[in-house]
Structure formats: structure tokens, C-alpha cells
């Protein structure tokens, strides 16, 4: 479970943002990946090399640095999500070409392509294989949402036809269903509006509004479903930023509105899926803001030209946990 949302801001900033709900404690922290980072891949034991420099929520497990969710230095961005009973991977590979499981596709993703339009053309040489070989021991579905430098939003949903990119017009994405599903069921919340409904007369008795009443079509539960709706409304209609630092403001209280408490959503096993933390992506600046569940500060880190440079390392960024409090007196 989670929600994504990429943003424009006025001053031309562009933003990919994201809430991680999921069950499994994932201790991912801001973590940079430099050029030419070496990994190998959990199906077959083959060596890769990244080309750009990653900035994501990362952590290491095995011989690699795992990231959820990034960019690199030229501004491309990702961010995986779950995709429940709907992801159709290859059952077998293909033969001198990149084989991998689904958790390390944003490694080559991000690692190797400079916009949408290079994902585009270099998706051919990808093959995502259904195994149990991965970090997790076993079968991550998942689905993944782009955006770029430009602005460009797509969506990479495998579902049994190969590779291949989505534009996501409405700069939004959950879990399952897809995304054409989602798309369709907005229809259905087209009552939604920011403004009050007037007084309207039954027979010969008036009903006056009892308060704000335009939301009241938007759903409140944390499905997968409800969560789209509310950030398709969000996106839609709060006010736009009118600058970077503005726009990260601004997208956190977006969302707060899909954000998982814990304890709320129960899986069958009895473990809490909830939001282990928010990450803001500004792609134009790049720089990145984390929100950890236990702690509501915003970290920030950014990928300078010195970074790129000179760190030839992977490195983590520490961030406190638990919450911390800025006394007024």
C-alpha cells in the first residue's frame, strides 16, 4: 500500500512525492548512490554498473543498497508501489539480456536513464522475472510511477505484455487496481467539488446546509481506491505552490490526506500496515525531504555537484526516529 503524486509548482519546480505503507519494517533512510555504483543482481549473480548518481529512501540489504523511491542527477525520478494480485512477470529469461527481480528495476532505472523519453527506448533490454530470489524472499508485485525533469508522468504497470511506459495524466497512483481502473472509477466522484451545495426544498420544506458540504462524494477509507480519489481531489484543487520550498509544504499536507495511522489498517497476519514515512522528491533542485512515521520533522538532503563529484561511496543519512519538539520558552 501506497500513494504517489507528482507537482508543478509556479516557479517552474517539478515534484514526485510519495507515503510508504507497508507491513514489513523496510528502515529505509535518505541514502546517495554515486556514479558508477556496482551491484549485482539477487536473480542470476550478475554485476552491474549504475551510470548517474541515485538520491532515494534506501537501505542495504546483502551485498546491495536497495531504494524504493528517487532520483538521479539529471532529474529523473521513481517511486515502486505494491501491486497485489495483478503484476505478470516473465517466467523465465531471456538469454543475453538484463534479467531482474522487480525490487531492483529503480536501480537500473534511475541508475541508467536521464528522462522518460530514455526509459522509453531502453525498456527493451529489461526483463522482470517472477522468483523468490529477491532481497525479501519472495515475489515482489509491483508497479513503478515515473516523472522527469519536464514534468512527464508515466506509469510502468507489467501485467503479462512486456515493459512499457503509461502516461499518468492524472499525476497520481496507489496500489490495485491499475491505473486504467482508477482512471475510470473517478467518474464516479465527479459530485466532489470545493464549494458548498445551496439549499435545496423537499416538497415545501427547505433544507438549509448544515456546514461544508462539497466533499462530502469523497471516500474515507485507506483502500487503495479511496486513497486515489482523495489525491486525484487533492492534486486537483489545493492551491498551487508558488516556489520549491512552498510546494514541499504544500505536498505534505496533501499526503496527510492518504497517510496510514498505525494500527488502523490490520493485515491477515495481525501486522499494522501504516505510512513508515513521506518522502518529497523535488527533481528541479535536486533535493529530497523525508518524514518518518515517528518523527514529523522534515529532513532535507541534497545531491550537489561536489556530491557527485567527489563521493565515491554509497552514503546513508542519518534521521532521528523518534519525535523531537522545538521549545518556545
Request: glycine share 6%.
Amino acid at each position: 500500500m501506497c500513494t504517489s503524486l507528482s507537482l508543478e509548482a509556479l516557479d517552474g519546480s517539478k515534484f514526485l512525492a510519495r507515503t510508504m505503507d507497508f507491513a514489513f519494517e523496510l528502515n529505509g533512510r535518505p541514502t546517495f548512490l554515486p556514479e558508477n555504483y556496482q551491484w549485482v543482481s539477487s536473480y542470476d549473480k550478475k554485476e552491474y554498473s549504475s551510470k548517474y548518481a541515485v538520491m532515494g529512501t534506501g537501505a542495504k540489504y546483502g551485498a546491495n543498497y536497495m531504494v524504493a523511491d528517487g532520483f538521479n542527477e539529471y532529474g529523473l525520478s521513481a517511486a515502486e508501489l505494491y501491486f497485489a494480485n495483478a503484476a505478470k512477470y516473465d517466467k523465465e529469461p531471456v538469454e543475453g539480456e538484463m534479467n531482474l527481480v522487480a525490487e531492483e528495476f529503480i536501480l537500473w532505472a534511475l541508475g541508467n536513464n536521464k528522462s522518460i523519453e530514455d526509459l522509453k527506448e531502453n525498456l527493451k533490454q529489461v526483463h522482470l522475472i517472477e522468483s523468490d530470489r529477491g532481497v525479501m524472499k519472495q515475489n515482489q508485485p509491483l508497479h513503478w510511477i515515473f516523472s522527469d525533469a519536464t514534468g512527464a508522468t508515466y506509469i510502468l504497470e507489467p501485467e503479462g505484455n512486456g515493459l512499457t511506459l503509461q502516461e499518468d495524466k492524472v499525476g497520481v497512483m496507489t496500489n490495485t487496481p491499475d491505473y486504467n481502473w482508477h482512471k475510470t472509477n473517478l467518474a464516479n466522484y465527479l459530485g466532489a467539488q470545493t464549494t458548498n451545495f445551496s439549499a435545496k426544498s423537499f416538497g415545501e420544506e427547505e433544507v438549509i446546509p448544515l456546514g461544508q458540504n462539497g466533499t462530502f462524494r469523497l471516500p474515507g477509507g485507506y483502500t487503495a481506491v479511496d486513497r486515489f480519489v482523495r489525491a486525484a481531489f487533492m492534486r486537483q484543487n489545493t492551491e498551487t505552490p508558488k516556489d520549491s520550498h512552498q510546494a514541499v509544504n504544500t505536498i505534505l499536507h496533501m499526503l496527510d490526506s492518504v497517510t496510514i495511522p498505525r494500527g488502523v489498517n490490520i493485515k491477515n497476519n495481525g501486522e499494522s500496515s501504516y505510512t513508515q514515512y513521506q518522502t518529497v522528491l523535488d527533481m528541479t533542485n535536486r533535493a529530497m525531504y523525508f518524514v518518518p512515521y515517528g518523527n514529523r520533522s522534515v529532513y532535507t538532503v541534497k545531491m550537489t555537484d561536489d556530491m557527485i563529484k567527489n563521493q565515491k561511496e554509497p552514503k546513508e543519512f542519518p534521521v532521528t526516529m523518534e519525535q523531537e519538539f522545538k521549545s518556545l520558552n
